[in-house]
């Protein structure tokens, strides 16, 4: 047994045995030896083409692609570096999400042990899509709310200027048949895993041919001796070909097919390629839907642990598991599940692999089973959906599902728990509102500013595995969230319109050809006279953007939106310039991510690699801008949206935010109090909220008291940075010289007013009041649609 991985090859000999002469007379049939002989042959012939077809079967499935592995994914790993948002209670929290586990000796991989504000780890090592990284022994230092330093201590404590732990595995893509599994070699098989294994199951395994007359012997005399089912007589190779080629089916056909096809394996197939198989291939326990197959993933699944670093009590709970993974499932049958491991350390001291001391000390020893084993569970459903659609238009069903890609997303699980947490509390509080109608949901999107990654993204309050995504799916109309770029249009033309122009906000009256015209309000019922462009906006007035929208022309609006990233189809009435275009929580995104880029266009994307099960890196995601809007016509819209946010209907967000945060945003609301809606951003982030009603009744709430709430509750929490708008050369700060207001606003340079004084003197606009007639007729609108 010492040597017990060396096959040794016995020869079996056969004895001839000594034919008796007949002497006696007996009657002669010379037809019935040859119907013998015939039958003979036949039998034969029928045989030999059964074992060749058995053998086809063996040598295509054991020789071509063995097992279907489902593709894994991960969100974006945690980066450290000294200065960092985060605190020693936040980074054990962390570490406990990412199943690292408390040992004082850091020994083994994926441990950590913390000492005040101190936490040293020992970090696990992985193959990320840029760099493989090694495990390290690392210590981390905080203050109250930041890291302080990171240290190597394999490295003379020397500084780390950043720290990316393993990131959390959020999801498998399963093929049709749920099994998973983590290939292992045999060579990384830990010597006391194969001891337990061979003792237990297959002590002749390295000298038999497939089949084990004395294993069976010897298990029915264990059996009788204890009178019940201690030991097994099937060899490893029989239960190889069991799990790895034939169903569960119990009937003499399937014996005798496990025999033949047991001896073929062991003819074509050196033991330790079998083997190596039956450690991938054997079932050790159900994962929710999933089965868990192998020892690599079972290590993980009930200890939270690599394989090579369990101890020998644990490595023989896994064997003690072969027999009857539900039977002796350690989470719900402990005692039994001990018994079966105490019994096959006693069997291990007995064939003197161990000695009776190690065994009496692993024995004494608690199974230490993880409770939460769901680690392969689709944890974010919504977010997963999109990964797979973005998948899609690149790759296979069965490619993502059968070839163990690691696919790395952008999702940050800090800020998806916060997202899905507060959504659920947010709905609740304003279902208690007294206008609101109940019975609300609502979808979110939470981008990184600089970028366009995905940090998060929610579909309700409840999350489903299955079912309607509406921060993908659910087209609404938009309300007033479409009036920043009816302004972006306007202020391309600086010869015309500047921040400060006057625009009237009086009642306008649009004829429809073969139907009866349209006459837009106010959300408030009221006209407001002239005001200036960003007072429009900021306040939202109606009248003021339907007026500007006609004059700079629908279809001009419609081209900026499709500029800022906007594939969805939309119609070109007049009703677009209030937000009766309805896209989804996603194109909103995309739309707004373009004004948070400061002009430039980044595609929202998921995903940041997809790596081969070898390690290479199949697809990249690179970071691709290009300008879509005049930066210096972005610049001073995002400083109008920051006014919605001082003075106009998002002024509370400053009630929960201190004045300099420079929030910028906008509100939308839509016809009858359906939709309510917010988007904006921060330093850091740009998140998207919709909520409202499935059956798309009146929901009571408005874009600032329905939408602008919850947004407030997620961003309070996860941003960090305040916005700081950097103008670009070609803006000129000046006075305007508008009659309604005073002091200094951002101008195209050569826009700029050049005097102060109800009337512009040269390169500026002190007024601009399309108001000569009211009313836009079908004739007037052709270049405009």
């Known amino acids: 047994m010492a040597d017990i991985r060396k096959r040794s090859r016995s020869r079996y000999e056969q004895q001839p045995s000594n034919n008796r002469k007949n002497n006696k007379k007996s009657f002669s049939f010379p037809w019935l030896g040859s119907l013998f002989l015939i039958g003979i042959g036949t039998g034969g012939f029928f045989l030999f083409g059964y074992l060749g077809i058995l053998d086809y079967n063996v040598r295509q499935q054991f020789e071509g692609k063995r097992w279907a592995i489902p593709a894994r994914v991960y969100a974006s790993p ?20 990412l199943h690292y586990r408390i040992d004082s000796t850091l020994v083994a991989e994926g441990t950590y042990v913390k000492k005040g504000s101190q936490i040293s780890l020992k970090t696990r090592p992985f193959n990320f899509w840029d760099a493989p990284q090694e495990s390290s022994l690392i210590r981390v230092s905080f203050t109250d709310s930041t890291v302080e330093n990171i240290t190597d201590l394999n490295k003379r404590e020397t500084d780390v200027a950043l720290l990316r732990l393993d990131p959390a595995q959020i999801g498998t893509l399963y093929p049709n048949i749920k099994e998973d599994r983590v290939l292992i070699k045999l060579e990384d098989a830990p010597q006391a895993l194969i001891d337990a294994l061979l003792v237990s199951e297959d002590r002749d395994f390295y000298h ?42 119990r009937s003499l056909t399937r014996k005798v097919n496990e025999a033949f096809m047991a001896l073929i394996l062991e003819y074509r197939y050196s033991k330790n390629e079998i083997l190596e198989a039956y450690l991938n291939e054997i079932y050790l326990g159900q994962n929710g839907n999933s089965s868990v197959h192998g020892f690599g993933l079972a290590s993980e699944f009930y200890f939270n642990s690599a394989l090579k670093d369990l101890p020998l009590h644990q490595l023989v709970s896994l064997v003690s598991l072969v027999r009857g993974p539900s039977y002796y499932d350690p989470r719900r049958s402990y005692e039994r599940a001990s018994q079966r491991r105490n019994l096959i350390l006693d069997e291990m001291a007995t064939a003197q692999v161990i000695t009776a001391k190690k065994a009496a000390d692993a024995k004494e020893k608690s199974l230490g089973v993880i409770t939460n ?30 070839d163990g890609l690691s696919i790395f997303t952008t999702l940050d699980t800090r800020v998806q728990d916060t ?46 595995s299955s079912g309607f995504n509406r921060a993908l799916d659910a087209v609404r109309p938009i309300g007033s969230l479409i009036k920043p770029l009816i302004y972006l249009t306007a202020l391309k033309n600086s010869e015309k319109y500047t921040i400060t122009t006057s625009v009237s906000d009086t009642e306008i009256v649009v004829q429809n050809k073969g139907s009866e015209p349209w006459i837009p309000k106010n959300y408030d019922h009221h006209e407001h006279g002239n005001v200036s462009l960003h007072q429009a906006l900021a306040h939202s007035y109606n009248l003021a953007t339907v007026r500007i929208g006609m004059d700079v022309g629908v279809n001009n609006v419609i081209e900026t939106l499709r500029s800022m990233g906007v594939t969805r189809d939309v119609e070109s009435f007049p009703s677009f310039l209030l937000g009766s275009a309805q896209l989804t929580p996603m194109d909103v995104t995309q739309m707004y991510q373009t004004l948070a880029g400061d002009g430039f266009l980044s595609r929202l994307k998921a995903i940041r690699a997809v790596v081969s ?47 300099s945060y420079g929030l910028v945003g906008k509100t939308g609301t839509t016809n009858d109090a359906k939709d309510s809606w917010f988007a904006g951003y921060s330093g850091d982030y740009l998140s998207v909220v919709w909520v409202g009603r499935d059956d798309n009744k009146p929901m009571g709430l408005t874009g600032a008291t329905g939408a602008l709430p919850v947004w407030l509750s997620v961003m309070k929490q996860i941003s960090m940075q305040p916005v700081n708008l950097i103008a670009p050369d070609n803006i000129k700060m000046a006075l305007s010289n508008n009659c309604l207001e005073s002091g200094y606003y951002p101008y195209i340079t050569g826009s700029e007013p050049l005097a102060r004084g109800c009337e512009t003197t040269s390169g500026g606009n002190g007024y601009f009041v399309p108001d000569d007639s009211a009313t836009f007729t079908n004739e007037e609108l052709p270049d405009h649609f």
């Open 78 to 97: 945690i980066e450290l570096y000294s200065g960092y948002n985060m605190n020693a209670m936040q980074f054990e929290t962390q570490l406990k999400a």
């Open 208 to 249: 038999h041919f497939g089949l084990s007359f004395r294993g069976i012997a010897r298990a029915m005399l264990a059996n009788l001796k204890a009178g019940g089912m201690v030991q097994g007589g099937s060899t490893i190779t029989q239960q190889l070909v069991k799990n790895f080629y034939l169903s569960s089916e």
């Open 373 to 402: 084993a769901n680690r392969s569970a689709n944890l974010y459903p919504y977010f997963l959906d999109l990964v797979k659609r973005q998948l899609s238009q690149e790759y296979r069903e069965k490619d993502l599902t059968s």
């Open 419 to 464: 997202l899905e947490q507060t959504i659920k509390k947010q709905l609740v509080q304003l279902e208690k509102l007294p206008k609101s109608t109940g019975n609300l949901e609502a979808a979110a999107v939470v981008t990184r500013r600089d970028s366009g990654e995905i940090a998060a993204l929610t579909s309700g309050r409840e999350v489903v």
């Open 613 to 659: 099960a070898k390690g290479e890196r199949l697809q990249s995601y690179p970071f691709i801008v290009k300008q879509a809007i005049d930066p210096a016509v972005t610049y001073i819209v995002n400083t109008m949206l920051q006014e919605v946010m001082t003075e106009g209907t998002g002024h509370k967000a400053y009630d929960i935010f201190p004045k």
